[in-house]
């Protein structure tokens, strides 16, 4: 057995034994993920403070061998919290349309999205055509800005939804 597959093995066992629930091994290795990604995300946000990248509207000062990986791990830690929600519900999803957050989003089931929604637009104070604009406008992050030297020429800033987005979607999964 790999290094990988042992420590993943020891925390849903530790997890299981704490929790006393069943979770998936696949749904377990989603959410360790998931808190990873989200772990850089949040430690990059705080470096970034005051950058303008949170609100759309970069300075001049942005950092941007930071603001890159920012998005790309906030994207993907949303994508695991997507991921994991779809999964644990038995909801089917179109591998090929995988880092889409706007498609993922629209498979969840109607009761947590509905919770998911309202945590957002209060976050950003926004109405729901306002909203389903952020979505779309991040739907595709993780792709656009991974490759981030083949696109130089594009804004780094990002939809006022993007932050908010990533911390509802990784904080509802992760339960902190």
Do not use: C, W
């Given at each position: 057995?790999?290094?990988f597959r042992s420590a993943?093995?020891?925390?849903?066992?530790?997890?299981?034994?704490?929790t006393g629930s069943h979770i998936d091994i696949e749904e377990a290795i989603i959410l360790q993920e998931c808190q990873a990604f989200y772990t850089v995300f949040l430690q990059?946000?705080?470096q970034l403070a005051g950058s303008g990248l949170h609100n759309g509207k970069p300075s001049d000062n942005l950092p941007p061998l930071?603001?890159?990986?920012?998005?790309?791990?906030?994207?993907?830690?949303?994508?695991l919290a997507l991921k994991y929600l779809l999964i644990s519900s038995n909801v089917t999803f179109n591998m090929r349309k995988g880092h889409d957050l706007a498609y993922l989003f629209q498979l969840?089931?109607?009761?947590?999205?509905?919770?998911l929604i309202a945590s957002i637009k209060k976050a950003c104070n926004l109405n729901d055509a306002i909203f389903q604009?952020?979505?779309?406008?991040?739907?595709?992050?993780?792709?656009?800005?991974?490759?981030?030297?083949?696109?130089?020429?594009?804004?780094l800033s990002t939809h006022i939804i993007?932050?908010?987005?990533?911390?509802t979607m990784c904080k509802f999964v992760l339960e902190i």
């Open positions: 057995m790999s290094v993943v093995s020891l925390a849903y066992s530790a997890f299981h034994a704490f990059l946000e705080k930071l603001s890159v990986p920012y998005m790309v791990n906030g994207a993907f830690a949303s994508e969840l089931p109607q009761t947590q999205k509905n919770v604009d952020g979505l779309n406008s991040i739907a595709d992050t993780f792709n656009k800005q991974r490759y981030q030297f083949s696109n130089y020429n594009q804004d993007f932050a908010p987005f990533v911390h």
